[in-house]
């Protein structure tokens, strides 16, 4: 015992040094539901990740430089609290979430390397952009990168952030594959998006552009407000979309909108409905409705209880929180879980 008292001892004493120079946190999410579903003729019953939130763990740090400057950088990984697996699998990945270093000041922050583009953060949503929510079902399902999901994360990238008096711009262009004399700038992505958030009322609007070799740019747009009325607070989103998987005229929209009820001092009551509609495909698409209840337990820890149903036109992918077999199937899913925050 004694042995291990002093051989902690000295890794703090080493390690130390290095945390204080840079300020270090660790910080991570750990999200996890029982969880009951079926997609079609595949029925599931297990552990659901990330309901809420995507389990992850993170490092950030920021070194004052002097004269307002610092030096920021972000390493995240995800993971699936039902087995420990990385999640999302992004090939030998180590750090597949997030993984940037950048420059921050007065003017914002300018930063390299694997990030969220804007549409990541497109949630004018009842849910909060959780995996149960129609917005993050819809969007993920048609290949839309305005989406909280993988999609929305841009490798060799350069970003911008800034904050100005309730202002958020967002900017961000990626090289996705390095360029080559073999491998030119033709899969290049870029995006931007403004955010105003004032008292009760908050609006955005995002535009972004996924290109590919020799075949049609994917351009998508959307708009978003919310509005807190006290007793409830009012959120909806539309977006478009040309260009889908790269196939010239393929098109299509999506729209959602939902409420949030406080119940009480801790408890929230969500309900948020949205469609999608192929406009090329004799407009088949999905739709799908969420019923939710969150308790903050703490300011770390919330529990919760959620349902989603999502219903696939005939002849329409699977879109749904659990994997489908066929083209048209149906989807709904029940989870019951708990998100801690760290």
Same mark, same amino acid.
């Given at each position: 015992?004694?042995?291990?008292?002093?051989?902690?001892?000295?890794?703090?004493?080493?390690?130390?040094?290095?945390?204080?120079?840079?300020?270090?946190?660790?910080?991570?999410?750990?999200?996890?539901?029982?969880?009951?579903? +079926?997609? $079609? %003729?595949?029925? *599931? /019953?297990?552990?659901?990740?990330?309901? &809420? @939130? !995507? #389990?992850?763990?993170?490092?950030?740090?920021?070194?004052?430089?002097?004269?307002?400057?610092?030096?920021?950088?972000?390493?995240?990984?995800?993971?699936?609290?039902?087995?420990?697996?990385?999640?999302? +699998?992004? $090939? %030998?990945?180590? *750090? /597949?979430?997030?993984?940037?270093?950048? &420059? @921050? !000041? #007065?003017?914002?922050?300018?930063?390299?390397?694997?990030?969220?583009?804007?549409?990541?953060?497109?949630?004018?949503?009842?849910?909060?952009?959780?995996?149960?929510?129609?917005?993050?079902?819809?969007?993920?399902?048609?290949?839309?990168?305005?989406?909280?999901?993988?999609?929305?994360?841009?490798?060799? #990238?350069?970003?911008?952030?800034?904050?100005?008096?309730?202002?958020?711009?967002?900017?961000?262009?990626?090289?996705?594959?390095?360029?080559?004399?073999?491998?030119?700038?033709?899969?290049?992505?870029?995006?931007?998006?403004?955010?105003?958030?004032?008292?009760?009322?908050?609006?955005?609007?995002?535009?972004?552009?996924?290109?590919?070799?020799?075949?049609?740019?994917?351009?998508?747009?959307?708009?978003?407000?919310?509005?807190?009325?006290?007793?409830?607070?009012?959120?909806?989103?539309?977006?478009?979309?040309?260009?889908?998987?790269?196939?010239?005229?393929?098109?299509?929209?999506?729209?959602?909108?939902?409420?949030?009820?406080?119940?009480?001092?801790?408890?929230?009551?969500?309900?948020?409905?949205?469609?999608?509609?192929?406009?090329?495909?004799?407009?088949?698409?999905?739709?799908?409705?969420?019923?939710?209840?969150?308790?903050?337990?703490?300011?770390?820890?919330?529990?919760?209880?959620?349902?989603?149903?999502?219903?696939?036109?005939?002849?329409?992918?699977?879109?749904?929180?659990?994997?489908?077999?066929?083209?048209?199937?149906?989807?709904?899913?029940?989870?019951?879980?708990?998100?801690?925050?760290?």
């Amino acid at each position: 015992m004694q042995k291990k008292l002093i051989a902690l001892a000295v890794a703090g004493l080493v390690s130390a040094p290095a945390f204080a120079q840079s300020n270090v946190t660790i910080y991570g999410v750990a999200d996890a539901a029982v969880g009951f579903g +079926s997609h $079609g %003729d595949n029925d *599931f /019953s297990g552990i659901v990740n990330g309901v &809420l @939130s !995507g #389990s992850r763990i993170g490092f950030r740090g920021a070194e004052d430089l002097g004269n307002g400057l610092k030096a920021v950088f972000t390493l995240e990984q995800g993971f699936d609290i039902g087995n420990g697996a990385a999640s999302p +699998s992004v $090939g %030998d990945s180590t *750090f /597949s979430r997030q993984a940037l270093v950048g &420059l @921050s !000041g #007065s003017f914002g922050t300018v930063s390299l390397g694997r990030q969220y583009a804007p549409g990541y953060f497109f949630g004018y949503d009842a849910t909060a952009s959780a995996s149960v929510g129609p917005q993050s079902i819809l969007s993920n399902g048609a290949g839309m990168s305005i989406t909280p999901n993988s999609r929305a994360r841009w490798d060799n #990238s350069v970003a911008y952030t800034g904050s100005f008096s309730g202002l958020t711009a967002r900017a961000i262009y990626s090289m996705k594959a390095v360029e080559t004399a073999a491998n030119p700038d033709d899969d290049d992505a870029y995006g931007v998006s403004l955010d105003y958030a004032n008292g009760p009322l908050a609006v955005g609007a995002v535009y972004q552009v996924m290109q590919k070799a020799s075949a049609e740019d994917q351009e998508e747009w959307g708009i978003g407000g919310s509005y807190n009325f006290g007793v409830v607070q009012v959120l909806a989103s539309y977006q478009a979309v040309d260009g889908l998987g790269n196939v010239n005229g393929a098109e299509g929209d999506l729209w959602q909108v939902g409420v949030a009820v406080p119940v009480g001092a801790a408890g929230k009551v969500h309900l948020a409905y949205g469609e999608f509609d192929r406009d090329d495909l004799n407009n088949r698409g999905a739709e799908s409705y969420s019923i939710a209840y969150t308790h903050a337990l703490s300011k770390r820890t919330t529990a919760y209880v959620a349902y989603n149903n999502t219903e696939n036109e005939s002849g329409t992918g699977a879109f749904g929180v659990v994997g489908g077999t066929g083209l048209g199937d149906d989807s709904d899913v029940f989870a019951v879980g708990v998100r801690h925050t760290f």
